[in-house]
């Protein structure tokens, strides 16, 4: 088995060479004698575990340890503090800043063995642990895409017989049943196709493909098909225009389009009485122009605990509703993934029996000739 390796950085040769003496047989050890030196020697050769002097001339420790850490490259190597300070308040800064634990100087060989194995275990421990993470949620994804893909190729000729079927067939049972089979092979369709959709947004290189388009007309369409679902079960529907939206827009229509549509769906499903509604405004974040879209609900509700959960693979909000309304939970999981590929967010606000309110921005994206008309354009103009 290849030998860990330990990054020993202090600006006392003494104490170099007493922890190389420690250590030395077990590991394959590299030293700097400067903040900025170890720096740069740990990004280009990433150790397993730092042991890091605190007191140094101009990069200290304290410093050293903060970079290291806002770099997603280095963040997760384990530093230990090696020094002669000891107070409460500077054990507290460091663990703050991400140390894992404290060596006190003069320098105990025995007690330095202990801690460097014993955290040198635990980086090993969760380093296997994250591999057959990896590996368990390719072998998911993968599978998911073949089951998927084999599911809907006998579902399509079944549905299409089932209309054959009742356009010929007159007797009124008959066709109630065939009604009930058209419904449910539908149903599971929908389900097979959100499984194949998960399984492409988690592939390598999906991007949005950005092209201008009419933003009223897009949010028309959006609107009719909610309204014919939402009227189907009784309830209200209605939509608010922020009268300062542009006329045109540059964003991922198809992707847009499904995130509405599985929101909208969403709000349409658990509500059993009231109405639906959905406005869209703009909004400034950080300076920035936002397109926010708001959809709202008079529905059964979510707990505030499981408002982030029902955002993850398969969830949906607790075991009753799942029974209520049946589903695999995926459609705030694609509404998610899709929006974060469109730069945006997406968030909830609910509390139970008093409806949802779901909301996602996205950056304000104008064509570069300002007209829907136009080309199209393979991005848009950020303002």
């Given at each position: 088995?290849k030998r860990q390796t330990v990054m020993i950085v202090d600006d006392t040769p003494a104490?170099?060479?007493?922890?190389?003496?420690?250590?030395?047989?077990?590991?394959?050890?590299?030293?700097?004698?400067?903040?900025?030196?170890?720096?740069?020697?740990?990004?280009?050769?990433?150790?397993?575990?730092?042991?890091?002097?605190?007191?140094?001339?101009?990069?200290?420790?304290?410093?050293?340890?903060?970079?290291?850490?806002?770099?997603?490259?280095?963040?997760?190597?384990?530093?230990?503090?090696?020094?002669?300070?000891?107070?409460?308040?500077?054990?507290?800064?460091?663990?703050?800043?991400?140390?894992?634990?404290?060596?006190?100087?003069?320098?105990?060989?025995?007690?330095?063995?202990?801690?460097?194995?014993?955290?040198?275990?635990?980086?090993?421990?969760?380093?296997?642990?994250?591999?057959?993470?990896?590996?368990?949620?390719?072998?998911?994804?993968?599978?998911?895409?073949?089951?998927?893909?084999?599911?809907?190729?006998?579902?399509?000729?079944?549905?299409?017989?089932?209309?054959?079927?009742?356009?010929?067939?007159?007797?009124?049972?008959?066709?109630?049943?065939?009604?009930?089979?058209?419904?449910?092979?539908?149903?599971?369709?929908?389900?097979?196709?959100?499984?194949?959709?998960?399984?492409?947004?988690?592939?390598?290189?999906?991007?949005?493909?950005?092209?201008?388009?009419?933003?009223?007309?897009?949010l028309d369409t959006v609107a009719m098909e909610a309204r014919t679902q939402a009227e189907?079960?009784?309830?209200?529907?209605?939509?608010?225009?922020?009268?300062?939206?542009?006329?045109?827009?540059?964003?991922?229509?198809?992707?847009?389009?499904?995130?509405?549509?599985?929101?909208?769906?969403?709000?349409?499903?658990?509500?059993?009485?009231?109405?639906?509604?959905?406005?869209?405004?703009?909004?400034?974040?950080?300076?920035?122009?936002?397109?926010?879209?708001?959809?709202?609900?008079?529905?059964?509700?979510?707990?505030?605990?499981?408002?982030?959960?029902?955002?993850?693979?398969?969830?949906?909000?607790?075991?009753?509703?799942?029974?209520?309304?049946?589903?695999?939970?995926?459609?705030?999981?694609?509404?998610?993934?899709?929006?974060?590929?469109?730069?945006?967010?997406?968030?909830?606000?609910?509390?139970?029996?008093?409806?949802?309110?779901?909301?996602?921005q996205i950056p304000l994206l104008l064509p570069e000739s300002e007209s829907a008309d136009?080309?199209?354009?393979?991005?848009?103009?950020?303002?």
């Open positions: 088995m104490n170099i060479e007493i922890l190389s003496e420690t250590l030395g047989e077990e590991y394959e050890l590299f030293f700097a004698t400067s903040g900025a030196d170890a720096l740069e020697l740990i990004r280009a050769d990433k150790p397993d575990l730092i042991l890091l002097d605190i007191m140094m001339p101009g990069m200290d420790g304290y410093e050293l340890c903060s970079i290291l850490k806002g770099d997603p490259a280095t963040r997760d190597i384990p530093i230990i503090f090696v020094t002669a300070m000891i107070g409460e308040e500077e054990e507290i800064k460091g663990l703050e800043l991400g140390a894992i634990d404290y060596l006190t100087k003069p320098i105990s060989p025995h007690i330095v063995r202990a801690r460097v194995k014993n955290h040198l275990e635990l980086k090993r421990y969760r380093d296997l642990l994250e591999t057959l993470a990896s590996a368990a949620d390719r072998a998911k994804k993968e599978f998911l895409r073949s089951v998927s893909h084999e599911l809907r190729t006998p579902l399509t000729p079944i549905i299409g017989m089932t209309d054959l079927v009742l356009d010929s067939e007159e007797d009124d049972n008959k066709r109630k049943y065939l009604t009930m089979v058209q419904k449910s092979a539908l149903r599971l369709l929908g389900i097979v196709e959100d499984l194949i959709e998960t399984s492409r947004l988690e592939g390598e290189g999906t991007a949005p493909e950005y092209r201008p388009f009419l933003l009223k007309a897009f189907g079960k009784g309830l209200d529907f209605m939509v608010t225009l922020d009268p300062a939206l542009p006329e045109a827009v540059s964003s991922d229509q198809a992707m847009l389009h499904k995130v509405l549509t599985m929101l909208l769906g969403n709000a349409v499903k658990f509500t059993t009485a009231g109405k639906i509604s959905l406005e869209v405004h703009l909004q400034e974040v950080a300076g920035e122009q936002m397109l926010q879209f708001s959809v709202a609900d008079t529905g059964v509700g979510i707990d505030p605990a499981d408002l982030e959960r029902v955002f993850s693979d398969f969830t949906q909000s607790d075991g009753s509703i799942t029974r209520s309304f049946p589903g695999l939970g995926l459609g705030l999981t694609l509404a998610r993934r899709m929006t974060e590929l469109m730069d945006g967010s997406i968030w909830a606000e609910s509390s139970p029996g008093g409806g949802s309110l779901f909301q996602m136009a080309p199209p354009a393979s991005d848009g103009v950020r303002q």
